[in-house]
Each structure stands twice: as structure tokens, then as C-alpha cells.
């Protein structure tokens, strides 16, 4: 009852925190936009009426808190939602910071939850129509699929010159965390060209709009560009070396010639036993008494190497070896010259690029609207607090104050119940150990119970082998008593004195191996002691 009560006034203190936030937000002319989702969105924010995105958004908390945001609420479908600012903004002047909230509930195997701002509805659309044909100057977020993991930044830009719209992808963009818990994302734009990449206040990515190395495109085209109608000339010789023209082929060059050839003066090495076999059958296999020839085939000894041949040069047909061959020479080919007509490697030639242009600061196209248009394979995705504010100290305020306290409190709560988790299978491992301990003194498991309590100790020392553990030894156990139970036929009385005597070798073996099997019991029975006072230890 006291924790949930401490939990209670936990979120009642968040929301007071985030509700006198808001409240200074909202006096501040340094925040442009700022949507918190406190209110329902119906009649704020426009569903897109195009049939492919059918996917239906819901005003819902986030899980564990009291603070709403616009959730995903089905997999695999198409989402688009619009909402137009009441008032335009350039990003022309001065610092801007886009910054919004988003958490994956039920984690971001493939999907997007990026945002797209928006260019005024005169650039040519509307937004029940909204779409991911709609035109936007700047799009950002995590996006998440197969190879693809990163925050996205692309910039559509205007080439003066040309009047065509290209997009401009950041270069080495950041990853976007794994988690399920909320995370807040910001990307700063400043006067001196500078981007900032932040993802929970954390610096991530530092790039530069004017750098052909920060984008792909490049934002400033190459001064010059290939002659698209040059042409390469028919007479043109890229050959930089040729065969010689006046090469021939010697008289005496057989291209038939073999590489190698047999050694002639070999002769066959004294003692070889050409009428020996090199491997032979093994004269001790027996054939198995379950082995039934019309299922099974006919049985046949494995192969063994011929002991007869361990001391000799060799065993059955002799044969000379192979030499290389002197007289070999290959394929005849006329040896290469330099080319006198060689004119190097063609390429057209360079022309100044009539798109091209020179920049001082990138030409922002202004954002009227803020829309999300996804695909995603996910549900669960809940989008919060999404704020354009020409302050950064504002921004991180927001960071510090809002977000901060709602991802402890998650952070926390993850923690718990991995926790709890963690606790609660340490405590069912200990069970099956302590089961299988007694399992492993059962009389019948004889001089398989080394083998049970070696695996006993592998799962204690590596606990997450503790299932594959507990089957192996049913395995052990189960394959003991099909033996007591089908162990072979009764020994037979001997016929006659010779069939019941042994011989001396025989009987010496047989005292050995009882003698080291009582030995290995001794041994068991004294580790048993330490083994049990390992683990209470």
C-alpha cells in the first residue's frame, strides 16, 4: 500500500512539474510550436482521408504513467496526421531546435516514428490528403528495419538555379536506442551552418549544412560536371599494352605437351607387397545382434590398415610416379608490347555545371505544418511533447524538468522487474538443482552417477544451462533403467570345465576393472562432501 502510494504522489508530482512547464512554455515567444498531448487531438490534428493509411491513432497514456501522448495503435499499417502551426516558421534566423518525444512500448523491430515539417500548403497540398508525396523541407527521427537503425536527418533543398527540390540525407546519422522506454530526441540548427544531433540531451552527431562530407548530396553542387553529350571517338585505343604483331610461334613449341610425365628411371622399392591389400577388414568386429539384413542391408566389417604394410616401403599395385615434364611449355601467347596507338582511359570532357551555385547559409524553406507519416510493423508507438523553440536553454529546461523524471522513473521501473524476473528463476533453478541432487544418489544410476554430478555442477556454475541440464540427466537416468530393464540374456551355466575356466590374462583383467570401478565409487563418495559444501557455500 505505501509503495503505491509513493507511486501515486510520484505522478502527481511529474504532472505538476510538467503542467508548470507547459505553463511557462506557452508565455515564452521563444517556443514556436509545442504540442504535449494533454488534450484529445480530434479537430486539433488532421487524419489523412487517403485510403493506404488506415491505421487508427488513439489519445492513450503511456504505459506506467499518467501522461498522454497520440499513440500507434495497430500493426502493420500506413499512418499519416497532420497539424498546421498557427503560425509559420522560418528557420532562416538564428538557432532552431526540433525536438519530440517518442517510445517504442512494445519495442521497434521494423518501422519508422519520424516527423516531417512541412512546407506551406501552396507548395501543393492539403491536408486531408496529407501523404508522403506532401512536400516538407526538413524530416527527423529514428527509423528502424533490417539493415536500416538510425535518427534520420534529410533536408530538402531548393537548387536556385534549376528551382528542383533534392534531398539531402545526413552522412553517418546515429542509432536509435533499443529500448522500450520514452526518449527524447532534438535537432539543433544553428547560424554558423552547424547540426547537432542530440538524443536524450546527449550530443550524437555534429555536422556542418556546407560540407559535402556531412551530406549526401552534397548541398553545393560541383562547379563542373562530365559533358553529358561528349562522346567517346570510334578510333579510340584504351589499350594501354597489345601482343606483338610480329611475334611467332617457335617451330619447336608442342603446345600438346603434358605438364607432367611418368618418372621412367623410378623403379619399384624392395619389400613392396604388391599382392597385399592396403587396408583389410577388422578381424575383431563382430556384426551387432540387432542388426536385421532386410532392414539394415548386408553387414560388413569396418576397414582397418593392413598391419602387414606398417613395416614395408608399401602394399598393392605399384605404379612409377609422375615428374614434371621438361619439355612442357603451354599455350603459346605472342608477348604483349606497348601500344603506339594508346590514348590512356577515356572520360568526357568537364564543363561548368549550370546548377551550380554558391551559399552562404542553406535557403530553409519555412514549416507550416508538422505531420507524421509512417509504415510500421509495430504497435505501441506513442509520439509526446513535440516542440520547435529558437532557444536551447529552453529545450533543455524542457529535457531536464519534463522528460527527465518520466525516464527515471521508467529506467527504474525496468530495473525492477528484471530484477524480480531474475530473482524468480534464480529461486526455480535452486529448486531443480536441489531435486536433481537427490535425483543423482538414487543406488541404480551406479558408475553413471560421476557423469550426472559433473553436469550438476556445470549448470550450477553457468545457470542458463540449468534447463538443458535437467533433460540431459532425465536422458541418463531413462537410458539406465531401459538397461536394468532390457540388459542383455542371463549368463548360461558352463558346459564344460574348459568353458567355465578363464584364462590367467582374462582373470587379471576382470580383478582390475572391479578394482577401478570400486576406486571410482571410493572417490565419488568423498567428493560428495565437498560438492555439497560448495554449493551451501
Request: aromatic share 10%.
Amino acid at each position: 500500500m505505501e509503495e503505491r502510494n509513493r507511486r501515486i504522489w510520484t505522478q502527481y508530482a511529474l504532472l505538476l512539474l510538467a503542467g508548470c512547464f507547459v505553463s511557462q512554455l506557452y508565455a515564452s515567444s521563444d517556443v514556436k510550436f509545442y504540442e504535449s498531448f494533454d488534450e484529445a487531438f480530434a479537430g486539433r490534428w488532421i487524419v489523412s482521408e487517403k485510403e493506404e493509411f488506415n491505421g487508427v491513432w488513439k489519445h492513450a497514456k503511456s504505459e506506467g504513467h499518467d501522461d498522454l501522448g497520440l499513440l500507434v495503435s495497430e500493426k502493420a499499417k500506413k499512418y499519416a496526421i497532420v497539424k498546421e502551426l498557427d503560425d509559420v516558421v522560418s528557420l532562416k534566423d538564428g538557432t532552431m531546435v526540433l525536438q519530440y518525444e517518442v517510445r517504442f512500448q512494445e519495442g521497434l523491430e521494423c518501422g519508422g516514428a519520424y516527423l516531417k515539417y512541412l512546407r506551406p500548403q501552396e507548395a501543393g497540398w492539403i491536408p486531408k490528403e496529407f501523404n508522403n508525396e506532401s512536400p516538407y523541407t526538413i524530416m527527423f527521427g529514428p527509423d528502424k528495419c533490417g539493415a536500416t537503425n538510425k535518427v534520420h536527418f534529410i533536408l530538402k533543398h531548393k537548387n536556385p538555379k534549376s528551382g528542383e527540390y533534392i534531398e539531402h540525407h545526413l552522412k553517418f546519422p546515429p542509432s536509435v536506442p533499443s529500448d522500450k522506454l520514452t526518449h527524447v530526441y532534438s535537432a539543433v540548427l544553428k547560424p554558423d551552418n552547424e547540426l547537432l544531433i542530440l538524443v536524450d540531451g546527449e550530443e550524437k552527431k555534429k555536422a556542418n549544412f556546407l560540407l559535402d562530407y556531412d551530406f549526401e548530396p552534397p548541398l553545393i553542387p560541383a562547379e563542373t560536371i562530365p559533358d553529358p553529350d561528349d562522346k567517346k571517338p570510334e578510333d579510340w585505343d584504351e589499350r594501354e599494352k597489345i601482343p606483338d604483331p610480329d611475334a611467332k610461334k617457335p617451330d619447336d613449341w608442342d603446345e600438346d605437351a603434358p605438364m607432367e610425365i611418368e618418372d621412367e628411371d623410378a623403379e619399384k622399392p624392395e619389400g613392396w607387397l604388391d599382392d597385399e591389400p592396403e587396408e583389410i577388414d577388422d578381424p575383431e568386429a563382430t556384426k551387432p545382434e540387432d542388426w536385421v539384413d532386410e532392414e539394415d542391408g548386408e553387414w560388413e566389417a569396418p576397414k582397418i590398415d593392413n598391419p602387414k604394410c606398417e613395416k614395408v616401403p608399401g602394399c598393392g599395385e605399384w605404379k612409377k610416379p609422375m615428374k614434371s615434364n621438361p619439355a612442357y611449355k603451354g599455350k603459346w601467347h605472342a608477348p604483349q608490347i606497348d601500344n603506339p596507338n594508346y590514348k590512356g582511359i577515356w572520360k568526357p570532357r568537364d564543363i561548368p555545371n549550370p546548377n551550380y551555385f554558391k551559399l552562404d547559409r542553406p535557403n530553409f524553406e519555412p514549416i507550416a505544418a508538422i505531420g507524421i507519416e509512417i509504415w510500421t510493423m509495430q504497435d505501441g508507438i506513442l509520439f509526446d511533447n513535440i516542440m520547435i523553440t529558437s532557444d536551447e536553454k529552453v529545450a533543455e529546461s524542457y529535457r531536464k524538468t519534463a522528460w527527465k523524471p518520466k525516464f527515471d522513473l521508467e529506467k527504474e521501473k525496468k530495473k525492477a522487474e528484471e530484477a524480480a524476473i531474475s530473482g524468480g528463476l534464480k529461486g526455480f533453478q535452486k529448486m531443480v538443482l536441489d531435486l536433481l541432487y537427490k535425483v543423482a544418489d538414487v543406488p541404480f544410476l551406479g558408475k553413471h552417477k560421476s557423469k550426472v554430478l559433473d553436469l550438476l555442477e556445470k549448470a550450477e556454475k553457468q545457470p542458463n544451462l540449468t534447463i538443458g541440464v535437467f533433460f540431459s540427466i532425465i536422458v541418463v537416468i531413462f537410458t539406465v533403467f531401459l538397461k536394468l530393464i532390457f540388459g542383455g540374456k542371463q549368463q548360461q551355466p558352463a558346459k564344460a570345465t574348459g568353458e567355465a575356466k578363464k584364462s590367467d590374462g582374462e582373470t587379471s583383467s576382470s580383478n582390475s576393472r572391479v578394482a577401478t570401478e570400486k576406486k571410482e565409487e571410493q572417490n565419488e563418495d568423498a567428493a560428495a562432501p565437498r560438492r555439497r559444501a560448495r554449493r551451501e557455500n
